[in-house]
């Protein structure tokens, strides 16, 4: 069983930087790629950000495209999420995700993710 811990969650005021980590551990940790999505109360949960493990091949969200980089650290396991000029729409509990095998269908759908971290709140003050 993958587990997913994240931290750097915070508050933080508009236009200012937060980074998210993402710490893999368990059975399995090669895991096919990693990812964030995000939820805001009583909204559906949105896709942010993902990373294929072996290739580094990146895909954002058109909201978070040229503000938010995910990278990745294969050695330690951990997967990062850098977020740049946040905005108060930012705010959200954000999910660290894994998927542990490929999978037909659109990458960004939570359904192409198979393990889910605790969730980390960023708050992003006007």
């Known amino acids: 069983q993958v587990q997913l811990v994240e931290s750097g969650g915070g508050l933080v005021q508009a236009g200012g930087s937060l980074r998210l980590s993402c710490a893999a551990s368990?059975?399995?940790?090669?895991?096919?790629?990693m990812g964030w999505f995000r939820q805001v109360p009583g909204k559906e949960r949105e896709f942010v950000a993902r990373?294929?493990?072996?290739?580094?091949?990146?895909l954002y969200a058109d909201s978070a495209k040229g503000r938010f980089t995910i990278s990745r650290d294969s050695a330690k396991n951990t997967v990062y999420l850098q977020m740049n000029s946040l905005k108060p729409e930012d705010t959200a509990v954000y999910y660290c995700?894994?998927?542990?095998?490929?999978?037909?269908?659109?990458?960004?759908?939570?359904?192409?993710?198979?393990?889910w971290g605790q969730g980390s709140q960023v708050s992003v003050s006007s």
């Open positions: 995700v894994a998927a542990t095998s490929f999978k037909f269908g659109d990458v960004k759908s939570g359904n192409q993710y198979d393990v």
């Open positions: 368990g059975r399995t940790v090669s895991s096919y790629a």
């Open positions: 990373i294929v493990r072996n290739t580094g091949s990146t």
